[in-house]
C-alpha cells in the first residue's frame, strides 16, 4: 500500500467514525450517566443496589443506551456498529457482574467496572484511540481520586469525584462532537 493510499484510508476511517459518533457518543453517554447517578447519591445517601454493585450498573445502563442509539442510527443510515457491539459489551458485562458477584467487594476489583473503565476498556477492544486516550485519562483520575478518597471519610467525596469524572466525560464528549462534525462536513 502507498503512502497516499494509506492516508486516503485514514481520512476514510475518520470519516466513518464521525458518522457514527464512534467517540463523542459514548464519551456523552457515560458522561452524562454518570453524572445521574452521582447527583443521585448526593441527594438520596441511599444505594437503590447493593453499593458494590452502584457503579457497575451505570456502565450497563449507560452500554443498554448506547445499544439502542446505534440501532437506530444503524436503521436510519446503514452504518454498522463496528468491532465491538455495545449489546455485546453491555451481554459481557452483565454476565461479569452475575458471575463475579461474590468478589465485589474487594474494592480494587470494583473499579474495573466503573464507567471510566468500563468505557476504556470497550474503546481499547474497538480500537478507537481518541476514546480509549480520553476516557482512559479520565478513568484514571477517577480511580486515583478514589485513592485519595481513602484518606477522606465525608459522605459526599464519592458523589463529588465520580460527578466530576462524569462531568469531564461530557464535557470531552461535547468537544469530540464538534471535531466530528467538522471532519463529517
Same mark, same amino acid.
Given at each position: 500500500? !502507498?503512502?497516499d493510499e494509506h492516508r486516503e484510508l485514514n481520512r476514510l476511517r %475518520? /470519516?466513518?467514525r464521525a458518522s457514527r459518533w464512534a467517540t463523542s457518543? *459514548?464519551?456523552?453517554v457515560f458522561g452524562v450517566t454518570t453524572m445521574v447517578f452521582a447527583g443521585y447519591l448526593a441527594a438520596v445517601h441511599y444505594y437503590f443496589v447493593p453499593a458494590p454493585l452502584f457503579w457497575p450498573l451505570c456502565s450497563l445502563l449507560a452500554l443498554l443506551v448506547l445499544w439502542g442509539i446505534d440501532r437506530i442510527r444503524r436503521g436510519r443510515t446503514g452504518v454498522g &456498529?463496528?468491532?465491538? !457491539?455495545?449489546?455485546?459489551t453491555a451481554a459481557v458485562l452483565l454476565a461479569v457482574i452475575v458471575a463475579g458477584n461474590l468478589i465485589w467487594f474487594y474494592p480494587l476489583t470494583k473499579m474495573l467496572?466503573? *464507567?471510566?473503565?468500563? %468505557?476504556t476498556i470497550m474503546a481499547l477492544r #474497538?480500537?478507537?484511540k481518541p476514546l480509549a486516550r480520553r476516557s482512559g485519562i479520565i478513568g484514571g483520575l477517577m480511580i486515583a481520586g478514589?485513592?485519595?478518597g481513602s484518606l477522606v471519610t465525608a459522605d459526599w467525596y464519592d458523589p463529588l469525584m465520580m460527578g466530576c469524572g462524569g462531568l469531564a466525560m461530557t464535557a470531552a464528549g461535547a468537544? &469530540?462532537? #464538534? /471535531?466530528e462534525r467538522k471532519i463529517n462536513g
Open positions: 500500500m !502507498s503512502l %475518520l /470519516r466513518v457518543g *459514548p464519551l456523552l &456498529e463496528g468491532r465491538l !457491539s455495545y449489546g455485546k467496572l466503573w *464507567p471510566g473503565t468500563v %468505557l #474497538q480500537r478507537n478514589w485513592f485519595a468537544v &469530540e462532537r #464538534q /471535531r
